[in-house]
């Protein structure tokens, strides 16, 4: 649909300004915030200033008299609905244009009119503190007209290039560059945090904030710490990657948030940053959670050589480079637009273009080849193993790359969970499998029983929880006794043999060793 027939659709009445709205025209939905504003004061001042000056002259309203009258309105050319005193902008609407096909664009969007609302609000305030939306508007309908007229040079065949106009406005437009900024931070982490012309701070995000993870943070965790949005498609802001979310940071940010910032790595854990930084545990998981809702982190093991990387399923790399004018498609990491193909495909997918990101990495990394690299994880295996296939001097260069993988969600971790799995109980004649383990735990008592039900009451509130043996597989356990020390960890263990708790989370909560429980698994497997 041209822009001549969406423009007054899109530009509503007074009465619907400052108010969220949701359009949606065949299979796109627009949701926009409609701003009406009102005369800035320094504008009122001139005004009033300029009357007291003509009323207190005779002489200039004599002349003034004879002078025709200007016309009370012409033509303004921030266009329709825009118009005000001279070219004051009057009103001005934010836009969100989402494909309606894409069912998790249906789900975020309360989210997303909570975003255009914040965005609306921070361009109001600076409009009416400055004026800076109505000049950041005419610098780009001038870069626009000089477009346009560059187009309509005698001898000029080609079709016009609106890339190449999108590139001229965020190279011009201090504007359209943050925009570009929130566009980009919203797509690849679904939160953006900009700085409105140097003054405003805004923090938009599309993460529901009652939203929160069965599995809590544990101490054998850590805090991997991801590029700041501004970063994308930025050159100037490559390099210095171990303080690079520290200038991300507000500048009225806590120095527990920075300190803590500042001694994350990946192969430190929290047990270790709270021994390093004196921040109690409580305390690292809140602004943990912090940097994870506002997607300037994740949660991650700490990095050890049992831990078990393996190439993102959904990751997909792109053969081809964009054009030499998209540069606001594509950001400095190889990253280009895209939306979720499928959906199975997680949120934030994004398509990940090979050779761009090989650029990047050959930059950081000169000793490794990403396709080999690449290759070598698409198995299975310890990181200990990657690691001691190349000579000692490049080991630390290795674990840096291997971060450097996970930040770009092209590496996931693999857990190792354990399965309780025992003989079925002997059949007898006339009853089935389920009145067998029933009649198997009669003995027990009711109280036992009431017990159990209990237990596994409280494992279906909560997903973490040790599901209780049932009297038959205690029944069974026991006549595995040999006397030994291991079979006494089995025993303590085996509530832990659901399928829902790995062998990292087994060995914090019950203070066993990696070897005990290898030797657990390859005694009684």
């Not at 527990?256 to 545990?281: H, N, S, V, W, Y």
């Not at 398509?351 to 000169?366: H, K, R």
């Not at 009669?442 to 929880?465: I, K, N, T, Y």
Request: include cysteine; proline fraction near 7%; charge should be negative.
């Amino acid at each position: 649909m041209p822009s001549v027939l969406l423009a007054p659709i899109l530009t509503p009445k007074t009465q619907l300004c400052d108010r969220t709205f949701e359009l949606t025209i065949d299979n796109t939905i627009f949701i926009g915030n409609p701003v009406l504003l009102s005369v800035r004061k320094d504008k009122r001042n001139d005004n009033n200033d300029k009357c007291f000056d003509d009323s207190t002259d005779d002489n200039e309203d004599d002349e003034a008299s004879l002078r025709p009258a200007p016309s009370r309105a012409r033509p303004s050319p921030l266009g329709e609905g825009l118009e005000g005193e001279g070219d004051e902008l009057r009103v001005f609407n934010v836009l969100i244009v989402l494909s309606r096909s894409d069912k998790l664009v249906t789900e975020d969007l309360p989210a997303y009119k909570a975003v255009a609302a914040q965005i609306a609000a921070a361009l109001k305030h600076e409009q009416q503190r400055c004026g800076y939306l109505g000049e950041q508007v005419q610098q780009m309908l001038q870069v626009r007209e000089a477009w346009l007229t560059e187009l309509a040079r005698p001898g000029t065949v080609h079709k016009p290039d609106h890339q190449v106009l999108t590139h001229q406005l965020i190279q011009e437009s201090r504007l359209a560059e943050e925009i570009k900024d929130i566009y980009w931070g919203i797509l690849t982490r679904r939160a953006a945090c900009v700085r409105i012309n140097g003054w405003i701070n805004l923090h938009v995000t599309l993460r529901n904030p009652e939203a929160h993870s069965l599995l809590p943070m544990r101490p054998y965790h850590t805090l991997l710490l991801l590029l700041p949005n501004h970063a994308y498609g930025d050159e100037d802001d490559a390099g210095d990657d171990d303080h690079i979310s520290l200038r991300a940071l507000p500048h009225d940010s806590s120095a527990t948030m920075r300190r803590l910032i500042d001694a994350a790595k990946p192969t430190k854990g929290f047990r270790e940053l709270q021994l390093e930084t004196d921040i109690p545990l409580n305390t690292m998981y809140r602004i943990a959670s912090h940097l994870v809702f506002w997607g300037q982190a994740k949660i991650i093991d700490m990095m050890t050589r049992n831990n078990v990387y393996v190439l993102t399923p959904h990751a997909q790399l792109l053969r081809t480079l964009p054009s030499r004018s998209s540069r606001s498609s594509r950001d400095s990491t190889g990253h280009v637009m895209g939306i979720p193909s499928s959906e199975k495909e997680p949120a934030g997918w994004r398509g990940i273009n090979f050779q761009a990101l090989s650029l990047t990495f050959v930059e950081q990394f000169p000793e490794f080849r990403l396709a080999e690299i690449l290759s070598s994880f698409s198995t299975p295996k310890p990181l200990g193993e990657h690691v001691s296939l190349h000579p000692p001097h490049l080991h630390r260069a290795l674990v840096t790359c291997v971060t450097w993988l996970l930040q770009h969600d092209l590496l996931i971790q693999l857990h190792t969970y354990l399965h309780l799995v025992l003989p079925p109980p002997p059949m007898t004649i006339g009853t089935t499998y389920e009145q067998n383990v029933e009649d198997s735990g009669s003995d027990q008592g009711a109280d036992e029983e009431d017990r159990d039900h209990d237990h596994r009451s409280l494992h279906v509130l909560f997903a973490s929880s040790p599901v209780p043996l049932t009297p038959y597989e205690q029944q069974t356990l026991m006549q595995l006794d040999d006397g030994t020390q291991l079979f006494t960890y089995l025993l303590s263990l085996a509530p832990f043999f659901r399928g829902r708790h790995h062998l990292e989370e087994i060995m914090w909560r019950t203070h066993v060793t990696r070897d005990t429980l290898n030797s657990l698994m390859k005694k009684y497997s």
